[in-house]
Nanobody, 123 residues
Framework: QVQLVESGGGLVQAGGSLRLSCAAS????????MGWFRQAPGKEREFVAG????????YYADSVKGRFTISGDNAKNTVYLRMNSLKPEDTAVYYC????????????????WGQGTQVTVSS
């Protein structure tokens, strides 16, 4: 009962920054745990960042810790992923997800998925 739409992807230079947005409809995103995942060419989808129910706790994959920040805006029913110090290895399709679990780092912790937005980091 939740629809997610990602936006904000694009082409950036290494060391640059980009902010992704995930707009939720049907329910406010704070009802669910929210997560960002990514899938690079030839690789499986991997967890990037998560936000527990009500936005109480933010947590990250080791590969992006210190560079990426997940946040939410209840009024806009939107979750963001601020990406700083981007590296070519960050190139991937980024997906937003929502789930009933309090928090999660696995694909099966989430029930709803967006269509993804492409992020390409050039060197």
């Amino acid at each position: 009962q939740v629809q997610l739409v990602e936006s904000g992807g694009g082409l950036v230079q290494a060391g640059g920054s980009l902010r992704l947005s995930c707009a939720a409809s049907g329910r406010t995103f704070s009802t669910y745990a929210m997560g960002w995942f990514r899938q690079a060419p030839g690789k499986e989808r991997e967890f990037v960042a998560g936000l527990s129910q009500s936005g109480g706790t933010a947590y990250y994959a080791d590969s992006v810790k210190g560079r990426f920040t997940i946040s939410g805006d209840n009024a806009k029913n939107t979750v963001y992923l601020r990406m700083n110090s981007l590296k070519p290895e960050d190139t991937a399709v980024y997906y937003c997800a929502a789930g009933s679990t309090y928090e999660g780092r696995n694909n099966n912790d989430y029930d709803y998925w967006g269509q993804g937005t492409q992020v390409t980091v050039s060197s």
